[in-house]
């Protein structure tokens, strides 16, 4: 079990950038890390994983625009947004599943969420 924390959400101007930072409870370095959101009215998405081998993913509309890592020295995830948009407006999670990186929704860990609020 990993308890996650995120934290660096908040409202910024379409064109800005954030950086969401997700702690966990303990090493992850065994762990794939994912970034999922969820806009009001819709399903949540995943948006990036990163696995134990720093391979990475994104979904097509973060592509270019977002970067996830992770700093296993301080047991923290990260996703940088960039160039951010009114449609990236959402709940923002981190998830941490151990040795793989699921397909599905299926996550044996998830954080409390932090918000993203972009304005036009």
């Known amino acids: 079990q990993v308890q996650l924390l995120e934290s660096g959400g908040g409202s910024v101007q379409a064109g800005g950038s954030l950086r969401l930072s997700c702690k966990a409870s303990r090493t992850i370095g065994d762990y794939c890390m994912g970034w999922f959101r969820q806009a009001p009215g819709q399903e949540r998405e995943e948006v990036a994983t990163i696995d134990r081998f720093a391979n990475r993913r994104y979904i097509d509309p973060v592509e270019g625009r977002f970067t996830t890592s992770i700093d296993n020295a301080k047991n923290t995830a990260y996703l940088q947004m960039n160039s951010l948009k009114p449609e990236d407006t959402a709940m923002y999670y981190c998830?941490?599943?151990?040795?793989?990186?699921?397909?599905?929704?299926?996550?044996?860990?998830w954080g409390q969420g932090t918000q993203v609020t972009v304005s036009s």
């Open positions: 998830a941490a599943n151990f040795a793989r990186c699921p397909w599905n929704d299926d996550w044996e860990n």
